[in-house]
């Protein structure tokens, strides 16, 4: 999942400090999602892909 967000966010020029900070977790954690090290929940899947503007499939 990782590569596919941070190719995402790179796209969309946005970082993931403000990614974190728009759906409510530390930028830490977003880190760790990034990297691959967690795996975000389904409704922070959900939160994540709606603040982005694609669907949940293009970041799993």
């Given at each position: 999942?990782?590569?596919k967000?941070?190719?995402?966010?790179?796209?969309?020029?946005?970082?993931?400090k403000?990614?974190a900070?728009?759906v409510g977790?530390?930028?830490?954690?977003?880190?760790?999602?990034?990297?691959?090290h967690?795996?975000?929940?389904?409704?922070?899947?959900?939160?994540?892909?709606?603040?982005?503007?694609?669907?949940m499939?293009?970041?799993?």
């Open positions: 999942m990782g590569n967000l941070k190719t995402v966010l790179e796209q969309k020029g946005i970082h993931q403000d990614l900070n728009e977790v530390s930028e830490a954690f977003m880190s760790y999602i990034i990297k691959g967690k795996q975000p929940s389904v409704a922070l899947l959900k939160r994540m892909s709606e603040y982005l503007g694609v669907p499939d293009d970041l799993v």
